[in-house]
């Protein structure tokens, strides 16, 4: 009951602020007009513009959890629609910063140092301020620039409040509204406040850039700040200052003699490893996230939000964009059911209709205009008829796709960064669906159930000694059986065991 209560006021709060902005007819419903007006007291709206405009700047005077909320819609294009998900997909973490004494305390309290030991120089004004933290240049006692990521102060108590309502509603809707439990809201709040969890610990942001820098280590191209660990805590990220043009910067680029080609090249062939190569990517490289240095590589920042794909998927992936790309529209249908994405009992040649209205009228595009990315998220439009779940890591790819495209028409529209990634598509294709990739994985699952037989063995020895001790009841003439009693002379009793076990392994390796 008290947790009702207090979600109801919050919601109320909620209702007032969306009233104000005009941002309640995301609801389209009548009911939901004449409450805008009661709260708004037959005063004027206070923001025009789009339905999202105003629904993103509602989002940002209700605070942190909001804006990531808001965020995370921005992938929805199927419930949204497109508009109003570009228009969130615009959402900046426009908050006022908080004042240098709450930083240095925290900065104090997790490094356990007085700030003047640490660095030589700190500057007091940050140069940004998001959601959940904000951003200070130093110079570290050792005489390195540095960044420094200070948690915002009490932006986990605001968290724990505003997701504890989001589970609420959740909750409620798919308890009220069955046809609503094939979008999971409730898995989809947990994985919302799993990623908000990861992202205010600083600590986990670090181990992602460490990662990512990793995976491109000797690559020039992609470059990942160091991490400053000796000064790194939950609350504070201390990371290697870096400098450079931002990416959607046409102009300047240009200016600095570099080639808008060859920055191009970069990010399509970063992308690609990324994604398909590594399967653990940057999902939030907008271009205030990456910069062109003097040498014309990119450099990137902020690696709070990051995404994994598995190979399974990955493989489906490949699989489906190869069937759309070559007008395989059936394997196309048919890679959604075999990942499980489309439940069986649907009907695969409808299925592939679906896939051929999607297709077909951008086939006869020039292949600069062809956005894959909006390709797949026409595909989430037709998730309700075909009874799909939502897939939040196709989702969060889909979104990272749809910046990423941003980026390279910014740069050069004449141009698909696909198309400039097609030949290490293809080798990749090869290396991981072709007759080759399925030979090595027949010999990894082979290795790999060798590797068990010894366990199974012992497994089966300790199930032998349980039985004949009475730890499992079987019939007496069973256990007459195991012991060698009234079988045929010359039959070791081991044989049952060995070729059980040899039986099992061929099974598990076809």
């Excluded at 409730?186 to 986990?204: A, K, N």
């Excluded at 160091?226 to 102009?251: H, M, Q």
């Excluded at 006869?364 to 008829?385: C, N, V």
Aim: aromatic share 6%; glycine share 6%; proline share 5%.
């Amino acid at each position: 009951m008290i947790r009702s209560l207090r979600n109801l006021h919050r919601l109320l709060t909620i209702a007032r602020v969306l009233a104000r902005h005009d941002a309640l007819d995301i609801v389209d419903l009548p009911l939901a007009q004449l409450g805008a007006k009661a709260l708004r007291l037959g005063r004027d709206p206070i923001h025009g513009g789009r339905p999202g405009e105003r629904l993103a700047a509602a989002l940002v005077e209700l605070g942190p959890t909001f804006i990531k909320l808001g965020q995370a819609l921005s992938t929805r294009a199927d419930l949204l629609g497109e508009e109003m998900a570009a228009d969130l997909s615009e959402l900046q973490d426009r908050l006022a910063p908080f004042p240098f004494k709450e930083a240095r305390r925290i900065i104090e309290d997790e490094l356990e140092a007085p700030i003047e030991t640490l660095f030589q120089s700190f500057d007091e004004q940050p140069v940004a301020a998001a959601s959940i933290a904000q951003v200070h240049f130093a110079v570290t006692a050792e005489g390195e620039e540095v960044a420094v990521k200070v948690l915002r102060p009490g932006v986990e108590a605001a968290f724990k409040r505003d997701i504890d309502l989001l589970r609420w509603l959740a909750e409620w809707a798919e308890l009220t509204q069955p046809k609503l439990r094939r979008l999971r809201l409730v898995e989809s709040v947990d994985t919302f406040e799993e990623s908000i969890h990861l992202e205010m610990d600083l600590r986990f942001e670090a181990a992602a850039a460490a990662e990512l820098a990793e995976n491109f280590a000797g690559d020039d191209t992609f470059r990942v700040p160091a991490i400053d660990w000796s000064r790194t805590a939950k609350r504070v990220l201390t990371l290697e200052r870096v400098s450079g043009i931002p990416v959607d910067e046409k102009d300047a680029i240009v200016a600095a003699g570099l080639s808008l080609d060859e920055v191009l090249q970069k990010a399509a062939e970063a992308f690609f490893n990324m994604v398909f190569r590594d399967g653990f990517f940057h999902a939030d490289m907008h271009p205030g996230n990456l910069f062109v240095d003097l040498k014309g590589n990119l450099v990137a920042v902020d690696f709070g939000i990051m995404g994994r794909v598995d190979l399974p998927t990955r493989r489906h992936l490949g699989e489906m964009l190869i069937g759309f790309l070559t007008g395989d529209y059936r394997r196309a249908a048919e890679v959604h059911f075999e990942a499980g994405w489309v439940p069986a009992d649907k009907s695969v040649d409808t299925f592939t209709q679906a896939c051929r209205s999607i297709a077909e009228p951008i086939m006869g595009k020039p292949l600069h205009e062809i956005s894959i990315a909006r390709l797949l998220g026409q595909l989430f439009k037709i998730t309700e008829q075909f009874a799909m779940q939502t897939q939040p890591q196709l989702l969060m790819l889909q979104k990272s796709m749809l910046v990423a495209e941003g980026v390279g028409r910014t740069l050069d529209p004449r141009v698909n960064m696909w198309e400039l990634a097609r030949p290490m598509i293809e080798t990749w294709m090869r290396a991981n669906l072709g007759p080759q990739a399925r030979v090595k994985d027949t010999v990894v699952n082979a290795v790999a159930t060798l590797e068990r037989l010894p366990r199974m063995l012992a497994e089966t020895e300790k199930a032998y000694s349980a039985m004949m001790n009475g730890g499992l009841k079987l019939h007496p003439d069973t256990v007459r059986a195991m012991r060698g009693e009234g079988r045929r002379k010359g039959l070791p009793g081991w044989l049952p065991w060995v070729l059980a076990a040899v039986l099992g392994g061929l099974y598990l390796w076809k």
